[in-house]
Structure formats: C-alpha cells, structure tokens
C-alpha cells in the first residue's frame, strides 16, 4: 500500500466486523510504532511495495482507523532464528542480511 493509513480508513469504512490482515513487518527490533519506507524494489524485488511497518504500528494503525482488537495470529521468530534464515537467503540469494532480520510476514484479524 501507498498510503496504508489511508487504506485501512477505506477498509474500516465498509467493515467493522471482520479484517484478515496479511501483511510483511519490518523494523521487528524497534519497539515502538515505525514504519520502513521502500523507495524501489528493497522487499521482495517488488516496486509496488512502498512501507513495512512493524508490528507495533500495524496495530496501532487498525485501532485508529476502529478497530479496537487486533490478535496476531502468526509468531514472529526469536532472533537468533531469523539471523540464521537471513544468512541461508543471503548464501543463496544475495540477499542483504540485516534487512532480512527484521522482517517477517504476520496474519492479524480485527
């Protein structure tokens, strides 16, 4: 999403009852709300991939926009797990490491 903000304003404007969010975070060791902008392809070698927030601002964004609960229902890996997956994408890809540390995909419903 461009404006994810904004999106999810438009989401909660048809649907209070029920939101399956699957969505990539990023900035996992930042403890409060952030957000990672991507200029270009950074995530996924995708271009249409414009921000990865982390988990904390996700949430945060679905209780402003109304809605109240918001339950995670994918575990975010320790670290010294993810540290290893980044090192084996990184031997087979290229990878960057450290930017495949701190991000993981996550399922969260509303």
Do not use: Q
Not at 26 to 41: C, H, I, K, N, T
Not at 54 to 82: D, I, K, Q, W
Request: overall charge positive; hydrophobic content about 40%; proline content about 5%.
């Amino acid at each position: 999403m461009r404006h994810p903000l904004l999106c999810l304003e438009r989401v909660a404007s048809v649907t209070k009852d029920m939101l399956i969010l699957v969505t990539e975070v990023d900035l996992l060791s930042v403890g409060r709300p952030a957000m990672a902008f991507y200029e270009s392809s950074e995530l996924n070698e995708d271009n249409t991939n414009w921000c990865g927030p982390n988990l904390s601002c996700v949430t945060a964004m679905l209780r402003t926009v109304g809605f109240e609960r918001a339950t995670t229902h994918s575990r975010v890996p320790s670290l010294p797990y993810r540290a290893l997956r980044a090192v084996c994408r990184k031997l087979r890809h290229g990878n960057r490491f450290l930017l495949d540390i701190d991000r993981e995909r996550v399922i969260i419903s509303c």
